[in-house]
């Protein structure tokens, strides 16, 4: 069960500190750019006050070099808004690309139980509209904010040279709106989580939906599918509404409120015109500055969901690094060869292990002696493939003791230490897109194409492979689509033998053979030198191979020798 754990801002900022310090130089002179921006902005409106008044006064040489100065603020403007956006793609997408291998890293060390607690699809929607969020935040939030305050700043002083009774009412009025939107704070970050989670879920169900397919298709249910996906898509929808109205409210009335600034400015340039106290020039200038005030205040108001957004992403991140490690080890990995040259058995010993509070092993105990081909047997659910992962070290056990027994009378447990002795065939298999012949290969890509072919007739893929027209270079889809799933079975054994591993733990690998393929390919497994087998299986065929069977009763396994 996944947990949610609150964050300070303090430990949100500095995780994000922790996270962007790379991109921090590329950061502060997107901040220095948008300062500069800022004061272009002001510039500008005193370079069109300047140019208007030159023109008003008639002389022709004030004009022209007044018009190549404003040229001049004209172009550098252009300048430096080119580098801002150049500047934010490239800093945006470096940051991206730091916060997904982080998160994949973060994700590839935690432990497997840990993580399989959330769903794949929620794990990929962390992974890239949070990541987004975050990225877009960190490389946009701090230098508009600096160019908004630096507008502020510099075309309030500029105002307050003009008139400083008329630059106190846009003063208060600002001050005013930015208190006002605190108040929104908590409630735009709890809806930016909600938007994110509702829309995990859907991206969870189309992932399921797409990859049951056939099963859908089959059942005749897409209508419920439908119906199903349009609920979790309108509670999507609904979440989305309800931060956007707080958002629309906010800055509509912000804008409103501003926009009656604009009319007053107006209002009060046009009366000192007509009374003669303010210049054509001035006018202009009053206007746009009196713009260059307002729209900061706005844009201000604008970032703060923006704001929260990021920082909510960056906690939904944090919760998934805030998962458990999986169980260190003091050690580098044990020589395979050496450490199967010693070994004279795996051995469980009062061995238990709980899975959902649901007991599956208690207090169990086990000698296999090396070499043994075994077969694992047992009800659906009983924990069979449970026994795998614990011999692959990704599940920890309760108490007890699971792992490899030594001729100098040493015990060694399983951990990530011990895992590279074993080959591991899950139910599923685990196949993906490319030709046959990466797929085989995936575990050892610097394998021969002697050893790849070795491999593939010992899993007696061969027997399909040399009639496609590809051979070994045929494309096959995701998941092994073009294939059947017992030809996907056996490219998935060709693999693991391929790897190389003494152990192989084989997980109803050949459910889909027709009797005597599981025969041939059971008998090739077994004539193998010096290897150890463990296959989990119901079907009759690796009974009479085997000369060990393992069945799961009450909780311990008892073993049947042959």
């Not at 008044?53 to 404003?70: E, K, M, N, Q």
């Not at 509209?129 to 502020?152: E, H, M, R, Y």
């Amino acid at each position: 069960m996944n947990t949610k754990r609150t964050y300070t801002d303090k430990e949100v900022f500095s995780w994000l500190y922790q996270n962007a310090k790379g991109q921090i130089l590329a950061c502060v002179l997107l901040v220095f750019a948008n300062i500069g921006l800022a004061c272009m902005g002001v510039a500008f409106a005193l370079a069109s006050k300047s140019v208007i008044d030159g023109a008003t006064a008639g002389g022709l040489t004030v004009l022209v070099w007044r018009s190549a100065v404003f040229f001049g603020i004209i172009a550098l403007q252009a300048l430096l808004q080119a580098y801002c956006r150049h500047a934010q793609a490239t800093i945006q997408g470096r940051l991206e690309m730091g916060f997904k291998c982080r998160f994949l890293s973060a994700v590839l060390k935690k432990d497997y139980q840990a993580v399989m607690a959330y769903h794949s699809g929620d794990l990929l929607n962390r992974l890239t509209s949070d990541v987004q969020a975050i990225a877009n935040g960190v490389t946009s939030l701090l230098p508009t904010f600096s160019g908004l305050i630096t507008k502020i700043v510099s075309a309030f002083w500029v105002l307050c040279m003009l008139d400083w009774r008329f630059s106190m009412i846009f003063a208060l009025a600002g001050a005013a709106m930015f208190v006002v939107t605190r108040f929104f704070r908590k409630r735009l970050k709890a809806l930016h989580k909600r938007v994110q989670e509702t829309d995990g879920r859907v991206r969870s169900f189309l992932q399921e939906l797409l990859s049951s397919f056939l099963v859908i298709r089959t059942f005749q249910v897409e209508g419920a599918m439908e119906d199903k996906g349009r609920r979790l898509q309108q509670a999507n929808y609904d979440e989305k509404i309800r931060k956007n109205t707080i958002s629309v409210v906010a800055n509509t009335g912000i804008s409103f409120i501003f926009n009656l600034g604009y009319l007053y400015a107006l209002v009060w340039s046009c009366h000192g015109l007509i009374a003669g106290t303010v210049s054509f020039g001035t006018l202009t200038a009053v206007l746009q500055l009196v713009n260059q005030v307002q729209s900061p205040f706005v844009g201000l108001s604008g970032m703060l969901p923006q704001y929260y957004g990021a920082l909510a992403s960056a906690e939904r991140m944090m919760d998934i690094e805030a998962l458990p490690d999986e169980p260190a080890v003091d050690n580098a990995p044990y020589d395979v060869e050496a450490l199967y040259a010693h070994l004279l058995g795996i051995e469980l010993r009062g061995l238990s292990f709980h899975y959902d509070r649901e007991p599956v092993l208690e207090r169990a105990d086990l000698y296999l002696e090396k070499g043994s081909f075994a077969v694992i047997s047992g009800l659906s659910g009983i924990g069979k493939s449970t026994l795998l992962k614990l011999l692959l070290g990704v599940f920890t056990p309760d108490s007890g003791h699971i792992g490899l027994r030594m001729d100098d009378g040493f015990r060694i447990a399983a951990d990530r230490q011990t895992r590279g002795i074993f080959a591991y065939v899950p139910q599923g298999n685990f196949l993906l897109s490319g030709t046959i012949r990466e797929n085989i290969a995936f575990i050892r890509p610097e394998a021969t194409e002697e050893e790849i072919i070795q491999a593939a007739e010992l899993s007696c893929a061969m027997d399909f492979i040399e009639g496609l027209p590809m051979g070994m270079d045929t494309i096959i889809g995701e998941k092994g689509l073009g294939l059947s799933e017992g030809q996907v079975q056996r490219l998935a054994i060709a693999r693991a033998l391929l790897g190389g591993a003494p152990i192989l733990l084989l997980d109803e690998v050949t459910s889909a053979l027709d009797a005597q393929t599981e025969k041939q390919v059971l008998e090739n497994i077994k004539c193998l030198r010096n290897r150890t087998c463990l296959i989990v299986t119901h079907k009759a065929a690796a009974l009479a191979v085997c000369d060990v069977v393992l069945r799961f009763v009450d909780g311990k396994i008892i073993m049947e020798k042959r």
